[in-house]
Nanobody, 123 residues
Framework: VQLQASGGGLVQAGGSLRLSCAAS????????MGWFRQAPGKEREFVAA????????YAVDLVKGRFTISRDNAKNTMYLEMNSLRPEDTAAYYC?????????????????WGQGTLVTVSS
C-alpha cells in the first residue's frame, strides 16, 4: 500500500482545511487508517483513526469536535476535515494504514505511512 497525503496549506486561525490520503492497491478497504501529526521540535501525536468498518477514534483533547475523519473505500481515500483551526494545529500531518485491529492510537500499529502534508495556521 502506498499513501499520498494532500490538502495542507496556510490558513488563518478559525479557518478550515480538508486533508486527503489516497491509497494505491486493492486492499484499502481492509486496512485501518489513521492521521498523525508532528510539529517542529515535538513528538508525533495521534489525531484520529478510522477502522476498515468505519469505526472512529479521536484524540479528544486535541480534536474536541473540530476534526472529522472519514473514508471512501470506493475511492481508496481517507479524509480529515479540520475546522476552527488554531495556531497550535500547525504541523506536518501524516496518514497511515495498517491491519492490526487494536490500539489504533499507537503509530506502531501501522505498516504504511504517507509522506506528510504541511498545515500552517496563522494567528
Amino acid at each position: 500500500v502506498q499513501l499520498q497525503a494532500s490538502g495542507g496549506g496556510l490558513v488563518q486561525a478559525g479557518g478550515s482545511l480538508r486533508l486527503s490520503c489516497a491509497a494505491s492497491g486493492h486492499t484499502f478497504g481492509r486496512h485501518n487508517m489513521g492521521w498523525f501529526r508532528q510539529a517542529p521540535g515535538k513528538e508525533r501525536e495521534f489525531v484520529a483513526a478510522i477502522s476498515w468498518s468505519g469505526g472512529v477514534i479521536y484524540a479528544v483533547d486535541l480534536v474536541k469536535g473540530r476534526f472529522t475523519i472519514s473514508r471512501d473505500n470506493a475511492k481508496n481515500t481517507m479524509y480529515l476535515e479540520m475546522n476552527s483551526l488554531r495556531p497550535e494545529d500547525t504541523a506536518a500531518y501524516y496518514c497511515a494504514a495498517g491491519t492490526t485491529p487494536w490500539d489504533l492510537r499507537s503509530g506502531n500499529r501501522y505498516d504504511y505511512w504517507g509522506q506528510g502534508t504541511l498545515v500552517t495556521v496563522s494567528s
